[in-house]
């Protein structure tokens, strides 16, 4: 079972990159590494997903080094609106796709 | 088109009572799992199915937690002789292939437990 380190909490500024950097150091070959967003009163929101080198949507960006034990979700100029929990997770499905405590990134004028 | 939907969005039940959660997911959607999720704490799985199979339940923290899916597209989340520490968001979420990385979530129910 993949366990997934990131901060709890994080602040920045309306027009800033943000940058959320979650640690697995025991992810598994066959594990994709997946972003969620939750606001309050709402169910997550899938943002992105990957396994290696970096994706881009457009809504975010993924970097994952080689070793894989690490990956940095990037937020490209952040509104007030983009204040929100941030989860990072490892896994596929069931009891092996665990949510965590997530990052709370409070973006502020 | 629509998403997932669950009913009802508010539930207070008194200790002891049984309740029973709805959800539906997006039509098409073969995978659809529950999660409990606590105040300020994230999402915890509680049981998975593809179609009508319940292929994962080891979420369920006791044999009171009761899940189906009788035709593969409704599901229905259980609860029996509700207790305080059940009170908590129940989310649920479907996706589209068995590799469910892409989890589309209902809203959640609140229950709250008196």
């Known amino acids: 079972l993949a366990k997934t380190t990131q901060p709890i909490s994080m602040d920045s500024y309306e027009g800033q990159e943000v940058n959320i950097t979650c640690s697995h150091n025991?992810?598994?070959?066959?594990?994709?590494i997946t972003w969620y967003q939750q606001f309050p009163s709402q169910g997550p929101r899938f943002i992105i997903q990957?396994?290696?080198t970096k994706v881009t949507n457009e809504v975010a960006s993924l970097f994952i080094p080689a070793d894989r034990k690490s990956s940095t979700l990037s937020l490209p100029r952040v509104s007030l609106s983009d204040t929100a929990v941030y989860y990072c997770l490892v896994g596929d499905y069931g009891q092996n796709f665990v949510f965590g405590p997530g990052t709370r990134l409070s973006v502020l004028p | 088109g629509a998403g997932v939907s669950q009913s009802p969005r508010y539930k207070v039940a008194k200790r002891g009572q049984d309740v029973a959660l709805r959800c539906d997911p997006i039509s098409g959607h073969v995978s659809l799992f529950w999660y409990q999720q606590a105040l300020g704490q994230g999402p915890e799985f509680l049981t998975y199915?593809?179609?009508?199979?319940?292929?994962?339940k080891s979420g369920l923290p006791s044999d009171r937690f009761f899940a189906e899916r009788p035709e593969g597209s409704v599901s229905t989340l259980k609860i029996q002789r509700t207790q305080q520490e059940d009170s908590a968001v129940y989310l649920c979420?479907?996706?589209?292939?068995?590799?469910?990385?892409?989890?589309?979530f209902g809203p959640g129910t609140r229950l709250t437990v008196t």
């Open positions: 990957g396994y290696k």
């Open positions: 979420a479907s996706s589209s292939d068995r590799g469910p990385y892409e989890q589309y």
């Open positions: 199915f593809q179609n009508e199979a319940q292929l994962d």
């Open positions: 025991n992810i598994a070959t066959n594990d994709y």
